[in-house]
Each structure stands twice: as structure tokens, then as C-alpha cells.
């Protein structure tokens, strides 16, 4: 018998079980963007899966709570967690166009909001739906999404960009801010260009009077944080808040 957060495959196509209504099984296609619930009889994919025109399908995500997880990813479930929760938690919501409804209310005319509380809806079912489902796709890796799997564009050879420690995280963070603060007025590069001088400002601050006592100037270099690439920023603010509205 299939149960809610199942994954089932139906012609080559994976899904998430989301609900249960007595027969009627409520699906999401576990690739693309699409929020919009599909309704499936029950009975239907459990003869499936008795016959074999109908899979379970290991779970990806299944062991996300138990990965290593930084401080900032865990801040930014919890908070994602909030923003969603007085939908996920309406029974409206597997009502016909319940969804869209609901988000159209909350969101008051707020494109952006709308857009990301979609994007964190469909997030919150494909990946199982507990809070650990809205750990960002960022890491030490950023070439790899919180599930395994690789993601973004291939990286250069001669610009491999800086390690995200949580400091660095954090200072994406405020930029991201800024950029949606900016209600379109600056683009994200402009605002990458603004990070990348209060992180060099920061850090010379930090790191002026440690260095002339070393009076070594390769030590001193060595000492300054990295700083992000700009994509490393692009895909900071795409994985984390979806569509640009500008660049």
C-alpha cells in the first residue's frame, strides 16, 4: 500500500505522494517546478505496484536531517518553515486551486512572495515535507544540492571561488536583502560589486595591524577571506529566493 511521501514511478515519470484522501492519491511530479497537485486513484497505483507497471522508488531525501548541516542552512529551513507554514497547514490547501488561493491571499499582490512561497511549497513536497525539506542547496560544494546530486553550471578550472564558511553565507545573506530591498532600483551584480567592497573593507580592518606585526606581506595576503565569485552569488540568490528581477 503506497503512504504519503512515497515515491512512485509511473511511466518513467517519478512522484511524490503528498496526500491521501481515502482512494484518491494526491501526486507531484518530483522534476521540474510545477506546484500543481495531480489527483490519482489509489487503488490504481497500489494494483499498479502489485502488477509492476508501478515502482517505489528510493527516497533521496530521506536522510537529509541526518547530514552535516551548518548553522546558516538550519537558520534558513527554520525560517522558510515559518514563512510557508500558515498554508501547509490549511486543509484548504488540497482543495482545487487551494494552493494557488491561499498563496494569492498571503502574498497580498507581492510577486516576488508569491514566487517564492511557491518555490518553497513545491520544495517542501518533493523533499518529504518536515522543515528539514527547505535546507537551501548550498554548502561547502556548491556544485552539489543537499540531496547529492550535482547542479549549476560547470565550474572553471582557473576560478574555482572561495570556500562558503558560514561568515561568507551570512554575507550573501544581507546582500540578498539589499537586493530584493532594492525593489529593482539595482541590479544583482551591482550588489555583488557592493559585497565584495564591505567584505574587503571588513577584512582589512581585521587583518591591518596583525599583518605589520608579521611584517610578512604573503601572510597577510593569505589572511584575507576569499571572496565569492559572482556566480557563487547568482546561484546563493536563485537556490534561495528563485527568479531574478533583474540582473
Known sequence: MIKVNDIVELNSIEYRVVQLFGCLALILPMKGQSVDLIGMDADELNDGILKGTV?????????????????????????????????ISTPDLYKLNGRKRLVQAYSKGDKHLERRMNMLIGNYWRRGQSIYSLVPDYGKNTGRTSSGAKRGRKGKSDSEGA?????????????????????????????????????????????????????????????????????????????????????
Open 55 to 87: 515502482l517505489l522508488k528510493k527516497d533521496a531525501w530521506i536522510d537529509i536531517q541526518y547530514r552535516k548541516l551548518t548553522d546558516v542552512m538550519l537558520k534558513t529551513a527554520k525560517e522558510n518553515y515559518e514563512l510557508i507554514k500558515p498554508i
Open 163 to 247: 570556500a562558503l564558511t558560514d561568515e561568507l553565507l551570512s554575507n550573501m545573506e544581507k546582500a540578498s536583502i539589499k537586493y530584493r530591498d532594492s525593489d529593482g532600483e539595482l541590479t544583482l551584480r551591482e550588489v555583488y560589486e557592493w559585497m565584495c567592497i564591505n567584505i574587503n573593507k571588513g577584512d582589512d580592518d581585521r587583518t591591518h595591524s596583525s599583518a605589520e606585526q608579521m611584517n610578512d606581506e604573503d601572510t597577510a595576503a593569505d589572511s584575507k577571506a576569499s571572496i565569492p565569485t559572482y556566480h557563487q552569488f547568482y546561484y546563493y540568490y536563485r537556490t534561495r529566493y528563485g527568479t531574478l528581477s533583474n540582473k
